[in-house]
């Protein structure tokens, strides 16, 4: 089956800093999604993406499909970008997640 | 307001009992899905329907049964026969292309 592997688990950055979370899959790449879930535990989609790029305000994702991979970005980041990214991709109409990356804002 | 309600927030479960948690859409989607989410853990599929009257097991099924009556129901009933249900409980919805979209969890806790 689809296995979806997230790294990096856990990361802690200063308020202002830029960060690359990576997503990688072994099989191919149908309905990716990446969502952040907030201390709530609600889980917020931020980008439909299974090709290309796209860019929403100082979040952007992109998606190289051939090599199984995608990358989000998170420019400028603060305290409320904390939580957990998850992402997603699916076959039909299973996802299978990955486990998360755990992202940390300190002031 | 368009959206997913899962209710309720919060659900205590005593042993041997059945508890039900309801999810309710009016996004008019067709695919609807229940997700288990364990501490510090990824989203784990439980069930998912594609159609009303129509629903398939995904990967940690048993304990756990659902119906799907009418479009924008689909409740999720945790058996006895759970004997760990202790999770967070998320409940999702999807139209053709399959981008989903989550409700706000229900936490259950076994007294």
């Known amino acids: 089956g689809i296995q979806v592997e997230q790294s990096p688990p856990d990361l802690i950055l200063q308020e202002g800093a830029n960060s690359t979370l990576r997503c990688n899959f072994s099989?191919?790449?149908?309905?990716l999604q990446w969502f952040h879930q907030n201390p709530w535990g609600q889980l917020i989609n931020l980008f439909y993406i299974p090709s290309g790029t796209k860019q929403n305000g100082r979040l952007s994702a992109t998606t190289v499909a051939t090599e199984r991979y995608s990358l989000l970005y998170i420019s400028s980041s603060q305290t409320t970008d904390s939580g957990v990214y998850f992402c997603a991709n699916s076959g039909t109409y299973k996802y299978i997640f990955g486990t998360g990356t755990r992202l940390k804002v300190l002031a | 307001d368009g959206g997913i309600t899962q209710s309720p927030k919060y659900l205590f479960r005593k042993e041997g009992q059945n508890v039900t948690l309801s999810c309710e859409q009016n996004?008019?989607?067709?695919?609807m899905y229940w997700y288990r989410q364990d501490p510090g853990q990824g989203l784990r599929l439980i069930y998912y329907?594609?159609?009303?009257?129509?629903?398939q097991k995904g990967d940690i099924a048993e304990g756990y049964s659902v119906s799907r009556e009418k479009k924008e129901s689909f409740p999720l009933t945790v058996t006895s026969a759970q004997k760990n249900p202790t999770a967070f409980y998320l409940c999702?919805?999807?139209?053709?292309?399959?981008?989903?979209?989550f409700g706000a969890g229900t936490r259950l806790s076994v007294l």
């Open positions: 999702a919805s999807s139209r053709a292309k399959n981008i989903q979209y």
């Open positions: 099989d191919s790449v149908n309905n």
């Open positions: 329907s594609q159609i009303v009257n129509d629903f």
């Open positions: 996004l008019n989607h067709d695919a």
